[in-house]
C-alpha cells in the first residue's frame, strides 16, 4: 500500500469541525482560533519498547498516544481542538493501522479534537508522536505548576473504578512481582492501557486551583515537580505532608483493587500507590477556603476529588500516619525513570 492510500484510508475524514478551516490533504492545516481565545500546544512521543510493551493491542496505542496528549491539556486546563500525528512504522500493516486508527480516532471524537494533518514514515519500530492544538481565553490564566503556597490543600482526581497505582499493578503483575486475580489483572490493563483525560475537570479547576498538573510518572513525583516551581516562584523551599494514614485506609484505591492493596506490606503499598504510575489524573493544589469550589467540580464531572495532604514550607516530603506520627518519605531511587539513565 502506498502512503497516499494509507493516510486516505485510515487517517483522514476525522478533520472535520468548525475550526478546522483546512484539514488533511494539503502542505500544512489551518485552524481557526475561537474568539477571544489564545493557542495552547503540547507534543507527546510514543515509542515501541520505551512508552508500550510491543504486544499491546494497536487500538490501546492508538487511545493512549492522543490520551496522554489530552492528559496535558486538562493539565493546563485548555480545551483541545485539533491535532497532528507523525507516524512511523515498520511496516504498513494493515489489522496494526485499522485497530492503531481506530482507537485514536474514536477518542478524538469524544473530546471533539480533530486529526488535520501528520506525517508517516517508515521507523524501526512503531512510534506515534501527537501534538494538540488547544485554546485557553486569551486573558484567564492557565493551570501552571508554580502557584502553590504553604498551607494549600494537595487534590487528586479519581473515581470509584480510578484509583492511584492501579495502572502499577499491571506493571508488577507483568514483571512476576504480584499476582492478581483475573478482575483485577484486566482493571488495571485497562488503566494502563486506556487513560481517561480529565479535560473537563481541569478546565473548571483552573481557577480555583493555585497550581497543577497530570500525574505520568506517578503522584509523589509528580508533586515534586510542582513544589520546585512552585519554590522558585514563592522564594521559598515548599514541601509537603502526605496523609499516608488515608492511603492505607483506601482512599486512593479504586474499589476493584481495595482487597488487593490490603494483601500487600503497607510500604509496597505506599511505594506503589504514591510513588510510581501511569495514573493520568490531575494533581492540584488549592487554597483551604476553595473546598466547597472543589468538590463542586468533582460533582459537575461525574469524579472525586481526594485530599492527599498539604503543601507545607518544609521543603521536603513528610507522610503522616493516623496515629499523629510523621516520617520523611525515602525515594527508591532505582524505581526513578529516566530515558537516559
Ligand atoms: P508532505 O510531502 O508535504 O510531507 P505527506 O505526503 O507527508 O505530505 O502528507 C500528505 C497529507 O497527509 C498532509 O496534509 C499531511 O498532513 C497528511 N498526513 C500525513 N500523514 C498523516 C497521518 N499519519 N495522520 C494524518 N494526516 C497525515
Ligand atoms: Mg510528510
Not at 480533530?114 to 524501526?124: I, K, N, Q, S, Y
Not at 510542582?226 to 514541601?239: D, H
Request: aromatic fraction near 8%; charge should be negative.
Amino acid at each position: 500500500m502506498v502512503e497516499f492510500e494509507l493516510i486516505r484510508r485510515y487517517f483522514s475524514g476525522a478533520d472535520a469541525a468548525p475550526e478546522v478551516l483546512l484539514g488533511v490533504g494539503d502542505d500544512a492545516a489551518t485552524v481557526q482560533l475561537p474568539a477571544g481565545q489564545r493557542l495552547v500546544v503540547c507534543t507527546d512521543a510514543f515509542t515501541e519498547g520505551v512508552h508500550f510493551f510491543p504486544h499491546a493491542q494497536p487500538a490501546a496505542i492508538g487511545h493512549k498516544a492522543l490520551a496522554v496528549n489530552l492528559s496535558d491539556m486538562a493539565a493546563m486546563g485548555a480545551q483541545p481542538l485539533a491535532f497532528t500525528l507523525a507516524l512511523g512504522l515498520p511496516a504498513a500493516d494493515e489489522e496494526w493501522l485499522r485497530g492503531f486508527s481506530g482507537g485514536m480516532l474514536a477518542l478524538a471524537d469524544r473530546f471533539g479534537c480533530a486529526l488535520v494533518g501528520g506525517d508517516t514514515a517508515r521507523a524501526p519500530v512503531y512510534m506515534a508522536t501527537v501534538t494538540v492544538l488547544g485554546c485557553l481565553p486569551a486573558k484567564a490564566p492557565a493551570m501552571l505548576r508554580s502557584g502553590a503556597q504553604a498551607g494549600d490543600d494537595i487534590w487528586v482526581t479519581g473515581s470509584s473504578v480510578a484509583g492511584l497505582g492501579d495502572a502499577r499493578l499491571y506493571l508488577e503483575a507483568r514483571r512476576g512481582t504480584v499476582q492478581l486475580p483475573d478482575l483485577v489483572y484486566r482493571h488495571s490493563k485497562a488503566r494502563m492501557e486506556r487513560p481517561e483525560p480529565r479535560v473537563r475537570f481541569g478546565q473548571l479547576i483552573r481557577g480555583v486551583a493555585s497550581a497543577g498538573l497530570d500525574i505520568s510518572d506517578g503522584a509523589l513525583v509528580d508533586l515534586q515537580h510542582l513544589l520546585a516551581a512552585g519554590s522558585g516562584a514563592a522564594g521559598v523551599a515548599l514541601g509537603a505532608q502526605i496523609d499516608a494514614g488515608a492511603v492505607l485506609k483506601g482512599v486512593f484505591a479504586s474499589d476493584c483493587t481495595q482487597t488487593l492493596w490490603r494483601s500487600l506490606p503497607e510500604r509496597q503499598r505506599l511505594h506503589w500507590q504514591l510513588d510510581a504510575g501511569d495514573d493520568y489524573e490531575l494533581l492540584f493544589t488549592a487554597a483551604p477556603d476553595k473546598i466547597k469550589q472543589v468538590q463542586a467540580v468533582a460533582q459537575k464531572t461525574g469524579l472525586i476529588a481526594r485530599k492527599l495532604g498539604v503543601i507545607t514550607a518544609s521543603g521536603s516530603l513528610w507522610l503522616r500516619y493516623d496515629d499523629g506520627s510523621v516520617e520523611p518519605w525515602e525515594r527508591q531511587q532505582s524505581e526513578v525513570f529516566s530515558h537516559f539513565g
